[in-house]
């Protein structure tokens, strides 16, 4: 059997298991993203009930099984106590952690996506932005760094990145045209008929600007920037109907967001 592990990583979810036991998935930047047992952490006085909890931010110690993991504690846990005392920003603390188990694998390099969870729980807390707009920065920032962002730095045939006040965005292809390639793409689209009218949008240069400060901007500053209630609004139905093309699965914390009323809107 390997020796023990020290990994970096944040608490997904944190399952019973049997009278005492806990089933995690942890988030890891060794090793993306795996599953955990911590034996008797349910038990009043067990070392790993604090390790087992939700949101849990550490350097877990873990011994490598056949196809899981063994905690046996850690060290210099972060908790996000706070999140817990608010059900809002609990469900939307949740929802990140359910996409990031859509978006990440085990055996991978995923250091970028758990700093991306680690700064969203902490923009959480603080409330300097708008929840709905959070939800949004860093939904486009993961599904980048999930390998998948859309091409959001040019017109993707003329190659032009200035003098645009609208652009032209494909939402199934993840492509920007200026309006004379619009144009152009348009007349050829009709005569090929392969463009659905539904994934066309028009978006402002603002908006087109604020998805590639999502995109690439460092995770210290992601969360630092406004927009008017307009731009604000172009870019959450930017961003929402982007994911609705990319995501072929149900996100079950999304829809509870939207039962309870708790979208951020």
């Not at 944040?10 to 399952?15: E, G, H, P, Q």
């Not at 795996?34 to 873990?62: C, D, H, Q």
């Not at 920037?225 to 930017?238: H, I, M, N, Q, V």
Request: with cysteine; glycine share 6%.
């Amino acid at each position: 059997m390997a020796g023990e592990l020290t990994l970096t990583g944040i608490v997904l979810s944190s399952t019973p298991v049997g009278e005492y036991d806990r089933r995690l998935s942890i988030l890891t930047c060794e090793k993306g993203r795996i599953s955990a047992f911590a034996l008797g952490a349910r038990r009043p006085m067990s070392g790993l009930r604090a390790v087992s909890r939700l949101f849990t931010y550490a350097k877990f110690y873990v011994f490598p099984k056949r196809d899981s993991y063994s905690v046996t504690g850690c060290e210099s846990p972060i908790f996000f106590d706070e999140l817990s005392m608010d059900p809002e920003k609990s469900y939307f603390g949740m929802y990140f952690c359910e996409l990031l188990s859509f978006f990440t694998r085990e055996n991978a390099d995923e250091r970028e996506q758990v700093k991306l969870l680690f700064t969203s729980l902490k923009a959480l807390l603080k409330g300097k932005m708008p929840l709905n707009m959070i939800r949004r920065v860093f939904e486009i920032r993961a599904i980048a760094n999930y390998g998948e962002a859309p091409n959001i730095f040019e017109c993707c045939l003329c190659h032009k990145k200035t003098d645009v006040s609208e652009w032209t965005f494909n939402i199934k292809q993840g492509t920007l045209f200026c309006p004379d390639c619009a144009k152009q793409m348009s007349s050829y689209n009709i005569q090929k008929a392969d463009t659905n009218i539904r994934d066309i949008l028009k978006i402002s240069e603002t908006v087109r600007y604020a998805m590639h400060y999502c995109i690439t901007t460092p995770y210290k500053s992601l969360f630092a920037f406004g927009l008017t209630p307009e731009a604000e609004k172009s870019f959450t139905t930017c961003v929402d109907r982007f994911m609705k093309n990319h995501i072929d699965k149900p996100i079950k914390s999304l829809d509870l967001l939207d039962v309870l009323g708790y979208n951020g809107e």
